[in-house]
């Protein structure tokens, strides 16, 4: 894997998963109109991940995606990383 798509896949995490806020451009400046993902069995579509994004955004403050080895197989890529995130707290 070339240095230019280990930095995209960075500003992809950095710009789309770190942010504190769902910014639909910016999302729709690094996935594809039909991007897929599976999330805990759960196959979600383009518009069902922004959805998952947003719901992510409603409990976790904040969260930091430390990245390791990027794996490249073909042209699949696959971040090995760990997350860090911290729920918010409730305001009673």
């Known amino acids: 894997m070339n240095i230019k798509n280990k930095q995209l896949i960075k500003d992809t995490f950095t ?3 770190e942010r504190t ?3 639909e ?3 729709a400046d ?3 109109s039909k991007y897929q993902q599976n999330v805990d069995g759960v196959q979600l579509d383009y518009s ?3 959805q998952h994004m947003k719901a992510q955004k409603s409990i976790i403050s904040n969260i930091t995606v430390n990245s390791g080895i990027l794996l ?3 042209n699949l890529f696959l971040p090995i990383m760990t ?3 911290q ?3 409730a305001i009673l």
Do not use: E
Request: aromatic residues 12%; without cysteine; hydrophobic residues 60%.
């Open 21 to 23: 806020i769902v910014d």
């Open 87 to 89: 729920k918010m707290m």
């Open 25 to 27: 451009k910016i999302i």
């Open 72 to 74: 490249q197989k073909m």
């Open 48 to 50: 069902g991940f922004i």
């Open 83 to 85: 997350l860090s995130s």
């Open 30 to 32: 690094f996935f594809h």
């Open 15 to 17: 710009q789309v998963v």
